[in-house]
């Protein structure tokens, strides 16, 4: 329940909004992250093919813990039953 004054101005709604709005920023911001680790898998034509499936595995890790982050980020909260294994 929202704290009030006596003429009934909502007190925390300045708060609650610029909270929703670092979410919401957040939210996007790790989901740019996610698609910059997406886009960027370009490796050394020179490397070995055991190197470039170490470099896609990681690229993968990467973009599926920012998937992840954002999902907690929507949730608004984290505890050990929202961990993924």
């Known amino acids: 329940m929202n704290q009030s004054d006596e ?3 909502d007190l ?3 708060y609650d909004i610029g909270f929703l709005d670092g979410l919401k920023r957040a939210y996007e911001l790790v989901g740019n992250l996610g698609d910059f680790y ?14 470039k499936s170490l470099h896609e595995n990681a690229k993968k890790s990467q973009v599926n813990a920012c998937r992840y982050a954002q999902h907690v980020i929507r949730k608004n909260s984290f505890g050990e039953e929202d961990l993924p294994w």
Do not use: C, L, Q
């Open 7 to 9: 003429d009934g101005i």
């Open 12 to 14: 925390n709604r300045g």
């Open 38 to 51: 997406e886009s960027n898998n370009a490796v050394n034509e020179d490397v070995t093919n055991e190197e």
